[in-house]
């Protein structure tokens, strides 16, 4: 099992040779938060990355208790990696046999350069001036990660939810460099229903008094606005029955009280709770940051193709296998989006299998059942 963990810097970009970005922005340099498990062999062909989900982290195993310049966010939540079930000796990524890199999205709040981070023309944070960033960005960076560790071609890149994004459009955009491929609970674009619950969250935190177009570092923090997002994206991330389950009781708070409205029942004291959690540890021009990109994600736009039969043609000529995995119970992701995916893969000729997860538990299986995922990554990684 991993133990301590630190966390390490790559730093990448300068005033003189800007970091470009997609939509047309650039960054004066630019800093990717990283932790990696397992040990890099002789030729560096054992490694495998791992993009993260939404509010997650690059701290995916061990512990880890601090992380430099990250104070107040990296709460004691935090310490704990979120995928230590998965990540170890025998574990569906085997630190016997691979090496595993995950890093902290550009943009993000956990040590990677994000809109909290000091701008260095002025030395004041960036805020609302920090540019969008897409899938394509945060690709490219981890390539520029895997160049300075040595990486050429990496033996698998995985991610589950948005993280399953990032990975099929590494896939796409550096076909040569990955051998195989593992989404989890992702799609092949951003539906229409998922587009409009991310707007509901961005409209949530622009309406929050505190939020200031987003400069608002130094004064009061749009805690509320951010709070309402969470909730409003965590009821499709948990299945109905597991808020049911998870909601006891005892749960209501004395101060669950609003300007007039009284919380009145545990399962809205239950999301409240959670909205309330999620402020003490995330950043809400990170979050803006991210569902953005997560909004305007479509594969074939982010690798540069004009259709998703070229797009996956690439995956075909440089044999590629894929395993693509749905939760019978997800809200988030729901499982005709994998299905498209897997239909796009099949049509190609692409190598890939379909794995359907039987749970209750919603999107975030995931996280809570490895016993469902493992013995099918391990197969695809060669355990």
């Not at 190598?351 to 749970?359: A, E, N, P, R």
Request: glycine residues 10%; aromatic residues 10%.
């Amino acid at each position: 099992m991993p133990g301590t963990v630190r966390t390490r810097f790559f730093h990448t970009g300068s005033p003189a040779n800007p970091v470009p970005l997609r939509l047309g922005g650039t960054l004066p340099g630019a800093t990717l938060a990283y932790e990696t498990w397992g040990e890099l062999n002789a030729d560096g062909t054992n490694a495998v990355l791992l993009f993260h989900a939404l509010s997650g982290s690059h701290h995916a195993a061990g512990t880890n208790p601090s992380i430099d310049g990250v104070c107040a966010l990296w709460t004691g939540e935090m310490y704990q990696g979120w995928w230590t079930p998965m990540i170890g000796p025998g574990k569906a990524l085997d630190t016997d046999r691979h090496f595993i890199i995950c890093a902290n999205y550009l943009g993000g709040c956990y040590g990677s350069t994000g809109p909290a981070s000091p701008d260095p023309a002025t030395g004041l944070p960036w805020g609302s001036r920090f540019p969008a960033v897409t899938a394509a960005d945060q690709v490219e960076l981890s390539a520029r990660l895997l160049d300075h560790l040595g990486i050429g071609q990496l033996h698998a890149v995985v991610g589950p939810s948005v993280g399953g994004l990032l990975a099929l459009t590494f896939a796409t955009r550096h076909p040569q460099r990955v051998r195989n491929v593992v989404a989890i609970a992702s799609g092949y674009r951003t539906t229409v229903l998922n587009r409009l619950i991310l707007f509901e969250q961005i409209l949530a935190i622009e309406n929050d008094p505190h939020f200031n177009g987003g400069d608002y570092y130094g004064g009061l923090a749009p805690l509320y606005g951010l709070a309402l997002a969470r909730m409003i994206s965590h009821k499709t991330f948990v299945h109905l029955d597991s808020i049911e389950r998870r909601a006891r009781r005892d749960v209501i708070q004395p101060d669950d009280v609003l300007a007039w409205y009284r919380v009145r029942d545990k399962f809205q004291s239950y999301m409240l709770h959670q909205g309330k959690k999620f402020v003490s540890r995330f950043d809400a021009n990170t979050y803006l940051r991210i569902i953005d990109l997560w909004s305007r994600y479509d594969a074939a736009s982010e690798g540069d193709a004009q259709s998703a039969a070229e797009l996956f043609e690439r995956c075909r000529s440089h044999n590629q296998r894929w395993l693509v995995f749905s939760i019978d119970s997800d809200f988030c992701f729901y499982p005709e989006e994998q299905a498209e995916l897997v239909s796009l893969l099949q049509q190609s000729r692409t190598d890939v299998m379909h794995i359907t997860v039987h749970s209750d538990k919603g999107h975030d299986s995931f996280l809570l059942e490895p016993t469902l995922y493992t013995p099918h990554i391990s197969w695809l990684l060669g355990g």
